[in-house]
């Protein structure tokens, strides 16, 4: 795969190997914000992702809670286009601070990611774009590649488990940073 510079804007053309399907982990892609990078606009992404004429499937995987936002969340998603798999989130009980339970949240869609790619597989794709770093794919990253899949993962500066970075060949690997304009805007300073 050849990844051609636009030397204008700084941004990386991806030249796909045939039919592509598209798997987003959300909560990873929104972590990646959370950790001090700037938050990629859901917008952006689908308008980006759509001008690949290659692009079959753009699936985005997010957890299901009864807060509002999340609600609001998946809404938008699926009314920009998005293809959106879900399921319940998980509270796990991660310690007690002064007599009272603390909860995580969890939702992982490891396996629904790969039943997916199952499917895609049976359908004939050639290339996968992955928006995670998680190091948990590196086996099925190894075999999307033994099987001559095109395989590209996205991941957030200092987000690429180290599973993944290991992988030399055939796989992929393009910070989010280098993708062009699926970041939100910078707020614009009101000094004058």
Same mark, same amino acid.
């Given at each position: 795969? +050849? /990844?051609?510079?636009?030397?204008?804007? @700084?941004? %990386?053309?991806?030249?796909? #190997?045939? =039919?592509?399907?598209?798997?987003i982990d959300w909560a990873n892609v929104h972590g990646w914000a959370e950790l001090g990078?700037?938050?990629?606009?859901?917008?952006?992404?689908?308008?980006?992702?759509?001008?690949?004429? +290659? /692009?079959?499937?753009?699936?985005?995987? @997010?957890? %299901?809670?009864?807060?509002? #936002?999340? =609600?609001?969340?998946?809404?938008?998603?699926?009314?920009?286009?998005?293809?959106?798999?879900?399921?319940?989130?998980?509270?796990?009980?991660?310690?007690?601070?002064?007599n009272k339970p603390i909860f995580r949240r969890k939702c992982d869609f490891d396996m629904?990611?790969?039943?997916?790619?199952?499917?895609?597989?049976?359908?004939?794709?050639?290339?996968?774009?992955?928006?995670?770093?998680?190091?948990?794919?590196?086996?099925?990253?190894?075999?999307?590649?033994?099987?001559?899949?095109?395989?590209?993962?996205?991941?957030?500066?200092?987000?690429?488990?180290?599973?993944?970075?290991?992988?030399?060949?055939?796989?992929?690997?393009l910070d989010i940073n280098k993708l062009g304009s699926v970041k939100n805007d910078p707020?614009?300073?009101?000094?004058?």
């Open positions: 795969m +050849k /990844i051609n510079q636009n030397m204008k804007k @700084f941004q %990386k053309t991806l030249e796909l #190997k045939g =039919k592509t399907a598209v798997l990078h700037s938050e990629v606009n859901l917008k952006k992404l689908f308008k980006y992702l759509r001008g690949y004429k +290659k /692009i079959k499937a753009i699936n985005l995987y @997010f957890g %299901k809670d009864t807060h509002p #936002k999340s =609600k609001k969340f998946l809404g938008e998603a699926k009314k920009i286009g998005f293809k959106v798999i879900t399921k319940p989130v998980k509270y796990i009980k991660v310690a007690v601070f002064q629904e990611i790969c039943i997916d790619i199952h499917k895609h597989l049976s359908q004939n794709y050639d290339s996968f774009i992955f928006f995670s770093g998680d190091g948990d794919f590196e086996p099925l990253y190894r075999l999307l590649i033994e099987r001559h899949k095109q395989v590209i993962v996205i991941y957030g500066q200092g987000h690429l488990g180290r599973e993944i970075y290991s992988i030399k060949q055939g796989l992929y690997k707020p614009v300073s009101r000094r004058a």
